[in-house]
T-cell receptor
């Protein structure tokens, strides 16, 4: 499984755009990149998933450069409720039994 | 939006007792998982389950643990003889291949 590296913590203010970058130098050809959000005492929640270039949904964008060795989760105009831990995970979606390996994640603190 | 439901939300048990944690995965999902998170630590994979059998399991999932899908809707995790170090949040997840996981809100297990 490709190992991921992301900042331990980030601070931001309400209304700002937040970009969290994840390094995954050993990503394999079949691997997808998935981001999850976790609030205290709750299960991780799927945010976005991509393979290459850019993916956008109603809550976030995911930017993946051509070499796929890193990815950036972009949260537009964060609010206090976006304070959470964000996890970057890399894995082969073709292997449905493959478990997710969570790292420490990035603890995002949004301040008023 | 479909949800993974876990019961109970909080369980307190005495050391050495058996506990059963219950989960109702999303109805059309075929892949089921248990993860756990000790307070302040990473989310850890325990076991994956597909087609009525275990697909993968981690080193944590020793002989004290078992999983079962007793009917068409429930998915259970049993811990035969709980230890203090089993105290954690236990998350059930299900997946519709090849999309992302949906996690439940978790069961907080406290072993005293």
């Amino acid at each position: 499984l490709a190992k991921t590296t992301q900042p331990i913590s980030m601070d931001s203010y309400e209304g700002q755009e937040v970009n969290i970058t994840c390094s995954h130098n050993n990503i394999a050809t079949n691997d997808y990149i998935t981001w999850y959000q976790q609030f205290p005492s709750q299960g991780p929640r799927f945010i976005i998933q991509g393979y290459k270039t850019k993916v956008t949904n109603e809550v976030a964008s995911l930017f993946i450069p051509a070499d796929r060795k890193s990815s950036t989760l972009s949260l537009p105009r964060v609010s206090l409720s976006d304070t959470a831990v964000y996890y970057c995970l890399v894995g082969d979606l073709g292997n449905a039994g493959n478990m997710l390996t969570f790292g420490g994640g990035t603890r995002l603190m949004v301040k008023p | 939006e479909p949800e993974v439901t876990q019961t109970p939300s909080h369980q307190v048990t005495q050391m050495g007792q058996e506990v059963i944690l219950r989960c109702v995965p999303i109805s059309n999902h075929l892949y089921f998982y248990w993860y756990r998170q000790i307070l302040g630590q990473k989310v850890e994979f325990l076991v994956s389950f597909y087609n009525n059998e275990i697909s993968e399991k981690s080193e944590i999932f020793d002989d004290q643990f078992s999983v079962e899908r007793p009917d068409g809707s429930n998915f259970t995790l049993k811990i035969r003889s709980t230890k203090l170090e089993d105290s954690a949040m236990y998350f059930c997840a299900s997946k519709e291949h090849p999309y992302g996981y949906t996690f439940g809100s978790g069961t907080r297990l406290t072993v005293v």
